[in-house]
C-alpha cells in the first residue's frame, strides 16, 4: 500500500483546501431548517466554491450529482441533493462534504438535528461526534489504525450503538479518496502504522440499531437495514510529530 507523506508545503495546501471545507460544513449546518430541500444545500455549497475559486471534491466523483451528500434519519452516508426532498422538525441531517483548493481535498461531515429534543437522537449525535475526537486522540505518530478504530469503536459500543463496517475512513490528499483504508473499529496495535505527514479522514458511521446497511436503487445513498437512525461526523487530520492536527477546522461546539 502506498501512502503519501505530504511535504511542509503539500500540508500548507491541505490546511487551505480543509479551512475552506471545515467553513462551508458549518455554513450548510447554520443553514438547515424546516421547510428547505437538500439542493438548497447543495446550491450554498456551489456558490461558495465558486467564490472561493474551488472546487467541490464529490461533484461528479464517480458520477456523483452533487456538491454535497445530504442524508436523512435511516440515510446513513451519499445522500443526493434533491428539490423533492424538504427536510422537516424532528430531521436528522448528515452533510459531507469536500473541497478541492490548490489540487488538494478537504473531507468533512456532521450531524444537525433539527429541533431533535428525543434524547436517543441527541445521544446518538453527541457519542458519534465524540467517537470521532476519542480516534483523533488515539491518532499519532507510529500509531497503528487499529488503535484509532479501537478507540472509536469503544465509545460508540460503550454507549450501546453500533458502528458501520461497510463504510470507512479513508486517506485524502491529491484525491479525496486513497490509501490507507481507515476503518471505525479494530484491534489495538494491529493495521497499518502511521506516520508524520499523512493526511487522513476519519469518519465514524454510527447507527442506533444494527450495524446493517444497504445501497438504495439509485445506486448511492446507504441506509440502515433496520430503519432506524444513523449519525455522520468527519474531520480530515494531518499526523503531526506527537498527535494529529484537525485540519477542517474544530467544530464549532
Ligand atoms: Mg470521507
Same mark, same amino acid.
Not at 26 to 40: F, H, K, L, R, W
Given at each position: 500500500?502506498k501512502?503519501?507523506?505530504k511535504?511542509?508545503?503539500?500540508?500548507?495546501r491541505?490546511?487551505?483546501?480543509?479551512?475552506?471545507?471545515?467553513?462551508?460544513?458549518?455554513?450548510?449546518?447554520?443553514?438547515?431548517?424546516?421547510?428547505?430541500?437538500?439542493?438548497?444545500?447543495?446550491a450554498?455549497?456551489?456558490?461558495?466554491?465558486?467564490?472561493?475559486?474551488?472546487?467541490?471534491?464529490?461533484?461528479?466523483?464517480?458520477g456523483?450529482?452533487g456538491?454535497?451528500?445530504?442524508?436523512?434519519?435511516?440515510?446513513?452516508?451519499?445522500?443526493?441533493?434533491?428539490?423533492?426532498?424538504?427536510?422537516?422538525?424532528?430531521?436528522?441531517?448528515?452533510l459531507?462534504?469536500? $473541497?478541492?483548493?490548490? &489540487?488538494?481535498?478537504?473531507?468533512?461531515?456532521?450531524?444537525?438535528?433539527?429541533? !431533535? *429534543? +428525543?434524547?436517543k =437522537?441527541?445521544?446518538?449525535?453527541?457519542?458519534?461526534?465524540?467517537?470521532?475526537?476519542a480516534?483523533?486522540a488515539?491518532?499519532?505518530?507510529?500509531?497503528?489504525?487499529?488503535?484509532?478504530g479501537?478507540?472509536?469503536?469503544?465509545?460508540?459500543?460503550?454507549?450501546?450503538?453500533?458502528?458501520?463496517?461497510?463504510?470507512?475512513?479513508?486517506?485524502?490528499?491529491?484525491?479525496?479518496?486513497?490509501?490507507?483504508?481507515?476503518?471505525?473499529?479494530?484491534?489495538?496495535?494491529?493495521g497499518?502504522?502511521?506516520?508524520?505527514?499523512?493526511?487522513?479522514?476519519?469518519?465514524?458511521? $454510527?447507527?442506533?440499531? &444494527?450495524?446493517?446497511?444497504?445501497?438504495?436503487?439509485?445506486?448511492?445513498?446507504? !441506509? *440502515? +437495514?433496520?430503519? =432506524?437512525?444513523?449519525?455522520?461526523?468527519?474531520?480530515?487530520?494531518?499526523?503531526?510529530?506527537?498527535?494529529?492536527?484537525?485540519?477542517?477546522?474544530?467544530?464549532?461546539?
Open positions: 500500500m501512502v503519501s507523506v511535504s511542509k508545503d503539500e500540508l500548507a491541505m490546511r487551505d483546501a480543509c479551512r475552506l471545507t471545515g467553513e462551508i460544513r458549518d455554513i450548510c449546518a447554520a443553514a438547515v431548517e424546516p421547510g428547505m430541500t437538500t439542493a438548497d444545500i447543495d450554498i455549497v456551489r456558490d461558495f466554491c465558486a467564490k472561493n475559486r474551488a472546487a467541490a471534491s464529490f461533484l461528479g466523483y464517480a456523483f450529482p456538491a454535497i451528500c445530504v442524508s436523512l434519519n435511516d440515510e446513513v452516508i451519499h445522500g443526493i441533493p434533491s428539490a423533492k426532498r424538504t427536510i422537516m422538525p424532528g430531521d436528522l441531517v448528515k459531507d462534504v469536500g $473541497v478541492c483548493k490548490h &489540487g488538494y481535498n478537504g473531507d468533512t461531515a456532521r450531524t444537525v438535528g433539527v429541533g !431533535v *429534543t +428525543d434524547p =437522537l441527541l445521544a446518538l449525535m453527541d457519542v458519534t461526534r465524540k467517537s470521532l475526537m480516534g483523533i488515539a491518532t499519532g505518530p507510529g500509531v497503528h489504525l487499529g488503535d484509532v479501537a478507540a472509536i469503536q469503544k465509545v460508540v459500543e460503550d454507549a450501546g450503538f453500533s458502528v458501520v463496517r461497510d463504510y470507512i475512513g479513508h486517506g485524502v490528499g491529491r484525491t479525496v479518496h486513497e490509501d490507507p483504508p481507515v476503518p471505525n473499529y479494530g484491534k489495538p496495535g494491529k497499518f502504522v502511521l506516520k508524520p505527514g499523512m493526511t487522513i479522514a476519519i469518519e465514524p458511521m $454510527v447507527n442506533a440499531g &444494527g450495524c446493517g446497511v444497504s445501497v438504495l436503487e439509485d445506486g448511492w445513498t446507504v !441506509v *440502515t +437495514d433496520d430503519g =432506524l437512525p444513523s449519525a455522520h461526523f468527519e474531520h480530515t487530520v494531518a499526523v503531526t510529530d506527537d498527535g494529529a492536527e484537525i485540519l477542517t477546522v474544530p467544530y464549532d461546539y
